[in-house]
């Protein structure tokens, strides 16, 4: 008496096998074309998104505030380190 319920054996008729070899291949051979096409849509619709956001950050609503063009000025807010850590011990 079997412990499994379901066992998968190969067909012992030759012919069975050819046709359950060429069966795989095809099933194989279909995924793999429908991955190609799924990743050609996937990189269709992200070309069309990444264009849209382009031109809609030159062409939409202006900036807030201008910018510098001087390469040599760094604008941000910084935090010193050696500071915050001697207010946080006392």
Request: proline share 7%; aromatic share 12%.
């Amino acid at each position: 008496m079997p412990t499994r319920w379901f066992i998968l054996q190969p067909p012992r008729h030759p012919l069975a096998r050819f046709a359950l070899a060429v069966l795989g291949l095809v099933v194989f051979g279909a995924l793999l074309v429908f991955g190609f096409f799924a990743f050609l849509a996937l990189m269709a619709v992200g070309s069309v998104l990444l264009l849209v956001r382009a031109w809609r950050g030159r062409h939409g609503r202006p900036q807030a505030t201008a910018r510098n063009d001087d390469p040599d000025i760094i604008e941000g807010e910084y935090v010193v380190i050696e500071e915050y850590r001697e207010h946080k011990r006392s």
